[in-house]
C-alpha cells in the first residue's frame, strides 16, 4: 500500500512539474503546500504519533479496549479543538506565515521588486493549502490507532486519495484559473477531506468511532502533552531543517525552491517506502516489548530495523546517485518543465545526489528514534535534535554562498548523519541498543553489493545517449537499469551467503 502511494505521489509530482515547470509558480505552490505539510508532520505524524502510540498501546495492553476506545475520543477531542483552532488562525494570517517563511519574496514586495507577485501569489494559496493540517492530522490520529491494532493497510492506502484528489483537481480545474498553482491548492484541500471520510468507515467496524470529547486535564492525555512537547524537535527535526532551507532558499534565484522540492520527493520514495514504512510498524512493536518488560526482544527488533534499512537503504542510495538524471527526465522533463534557458534536469539531479549523501541517515534516524520514544523518553531525542538544526545553521551558512540549493541540500545530509549516530550513541550508552557483530558483517556485504552494482549500473547507462531519446525509449532503458540493478545486488549478496531467512529474521541467527 506504501508502494502505491509512493507511486502516485510522483505521479502528482510529474502532473505539477508538467503544469507549472520548475519557475516561480512552482516555487510558489510548492512552498504554500510545503508549510501544512511541513506542520502535519511535525503535530501529527510527527510528534503526536511518537507520544500517541506508546501510550495506546499501554493502555490497550494493561486496561482493555473500553478504556482505549475512551482515550481515543478524549485525543480526539482535544487534538481537534486545538488543531481547528490553528488552522483557523493560519488561514486569517495567511500573509504574515508566508512574510514570514518566504522572507525573500516579503522583501521583494515591501520594496516594489520584481517577485512582489511571488509574495501575494503565496499569500492566497496558503489559505486553500493550510486546512489540509486540520483534516489530515485528525487521519494521523486513525492511522496511528489501526497501526496499534495491526491493521497497518488502511493508514498506508490512505495518502493515495490525496494524490488522486491533487491529479483529478490539477486535470479539471488547471483551465478555469489564470494561475494554475489554484487548482493544485484546490486538490489538497479536497484531499485533505477525502483523506478524513474515508478513515470513518474503518473506524466504526474496529468499534473504535465515538464522540470526540475534550478532555485536557484527563491523566493519559496529560502523559501525551508531557511526551508531545519535547518530541516537536525530537523526530521531526529533518523537517524543521527542509523549512529552514526553503526560508533561504527564497533568498536565492528563481528555481531553487523547486529543484530542492523535487529532488526531495526522488528522496521521499525509497525514505517512505522503506524508512518510514519500517518505522511505522516497528514503532507499535517496541512499545508492546517495553511494556511487557522484554528487553532482548527490544534490542533484537531495533537490529532488524537497523539491518533492514540497510539492506534497501544502500542501493536505493548508490541508485539514485547514478540514475538520477534518466529518472528525472523520465518523471518530470514535459510541459511547462522544459526551459531553453535552464537544465531543470540537471539542477534537480544535483540536488538528489546532494540528498543521497544522506538516505540512508535519514532512514536510520526513522528507526532508531522510536527506541526513545517506545520507551516514553523524548527528552533525549530533542537534545539530539536542538544539536542537529543548529548544526545544520552552521553547515547552511557555511556551504549555501558558495554552491546556492545544493548546499541547502548537502547541509541537510551531513546533520541528518550527526542526527543518526547521536541517536546511536546514546542508545548505545543506555545499554537498550548495540549494533551487533552479525549486522556488522551484513553491513559490509550490502557495502560490497551496492558499489558492485553501482559500477555495472553507470557502465551501462554511459554506453547510451539517452537525452536524445524519445519519452518511451527513456522508459523502457529506466526500467531496464532497474532491473539489472536489482539483479546484480542481489546476486551479489547471494554470493556471500545471504538468504531471505537472514533478511527476515528478527533474532541474529
Not at 511505522?280 to 527490544?298: E, Q, R
Amino acid at each position: 500500500m506504501t508502494m502505491i502511494s509512493r507511486i502516485l505521489g510522483l505521479v502528482r509530482d510529474a502532473v505539477v512539474a508538467n503544469l507549472l515547470g520548475a519557475g516561480a509558480a512552482a516555487d510558489v505552490f510548492l512552498f504554500a503546500n510545503r508549510i501544512p505539510n511541513f506542520l502535519r508532520r511535525l503535530f501529527a505524524e510527527g510528534a503526536f504519533a511518537q507520544a500517541f502510540v506508546p501510550v495506546l498501546s499501554e493502555i490497550k495492553e494493561q486496561q482493555g479496549d473500553d478504556k482505549v476506545r475512551l482515550f481515543v475520543a478524549q485525543a480526539a477531542g482535544t487534538l481537534g479543538t486545538i488543531l481547528l483552532i490553528v488552522t483557523m488562525i493560519g488561514v486569517i494570517a495567511s500573509p504574515i506565515i508566508a512574510g514570514l517563511f518566504g522572507t525573500g519574496w516579503f522583501i521583494d514586495w515591501w520594496q516594489g521588486g520584481p517577485d512582489a507577485e511571488k509574495f501575494e501569489l503565496a499569500s492566497s494559496l496558503l489559505k486553500l493549502t493550510f486546512p489540509y493540517l486540520f483534516f489530515v492530522s485528525l487521519v494521523a490520529l486513525s492511522g496511528a490507532l489501526m497501526n496499534v491494532y495491526n491493521r497497518f493497510a488502511v493508514a498506508a492506502f490512505t495518502p493515495v486519495l490525496l494524490n488522486i484528489s491533487i491529479i483529478t483537481c490539477a486535470y479539471f480545474l488547471h483551465d478555469k484559473f489564470t494561475v494554475g498553482a489554484y487548482s493544485l491548492a484546490i486538490g489538497v484541500f479536497v484531499g485533505g477531506v477525502v483523506q478524513l471520510l474515508f478513515q470513518l468507515p474503518f473506524l466504526y467496524r474496529a468499534r473504535m468511532l465515538s464522540k470526540p470529547r475534550w478532555a485536557w486535564q484527563d491523566e493519559n492525555v496529560k502523559k501525551v502533552r508531557k511526551l508531545m512537547l519535547p518530541a516537536l524537535f525530537g523526530v521531526s527535526i529533518s523537517q524543521i531543517n527542509l523549512l529552514l532551507d526553503t526560508v533561504i532558499a527564497s533568498l536565492l534565484m528563481t528555481g531553487s525552491i523547486a529543484w530542492l522540492y523535487y529532488s526531495d520527493r526522488l528522496i521521499e520514495f525509497p525514505l517512505g517506502l522503506f524508512g518510514i514504512g519500517i518505522a511505522t510498524v516497528i514503532l507499535p512493536a517496541l512499545s508492546k516489548l517495553h511494556s511487557s518488560d522484554k528487553g532482548s526482544d527490544f534490542q533484537h527488533t531495533l537490529d532488524w530495523g537497523v539491518r533492514f534499512v540497510i539492506f534497501l537503504g544502500l542501493p536505493a542510495m548508490v541508485g539514485l546517485m547514478i540514475i538520477s538524471p534518466l529518472i528525472i527526465s523520465v518523471l518530470f522533463d514535459h510541459g511547462a518543465f522544459k526551459d531553453d534557458n535552464i537544465d531543470h534536469v540537471q539542477a534537480v539531479s544535483f540536488g538528489v545526489m546532494a540528498y543521497s549523501v544522506g538516505l540512508v541517515s535519514f532512514m536510520l534516524i526513522k528507526v532508531l528514534a522510536p527506541g526513545f520514544y517506545a520507551r516514553q523518553d523524548t527528552k533525549t531525542p530533542v537534545r539530539i535534535g536542538i544539536i542537529t538544526l543548529v548544526l545544520n545553521m552552521v553547515f547552511n551558512i557555511m556551504l549555501a554562498p558558495f554552491i546556492g540549493y545544493l548546499g541547502l541540500a548537502l547541509a541537510t545530509s551531513m546533520s541528518a548523519s550527526c542526527n543518526a549516530y547521536l541517536l546511536y550513541r546514546q542508545l548505545s550508552k543506555e545499554q537498550v541498543y548495540q549494533f551487533s557483530r552479525f549486522s556488522l558483517v551484513f553491513f559490509t556485504k550490502c557495502v560490497i553489493g551496492a558499489l558492485i552494482m553501482g559500477a555495472v549500473v553507470w557502465y551501462t547507462s554511459i554506453q547510451f545517449m539517452w537525452q536524445q531519446w524519445h519519452f518511451t525509449e527513456q522508459v523502457i532503458l529506466l526500467g531496464g537499469l532497474l532491473v539489472l540493478a536489482g539483479f546484480v545486488y542481489f546476486l551479489t549478496l547471494f554470493l556471500f551467503g545471504v538468504r531471505l531467512k537472514t533478511i527476515k529474521s528478527v533474532t541474529t541467527l
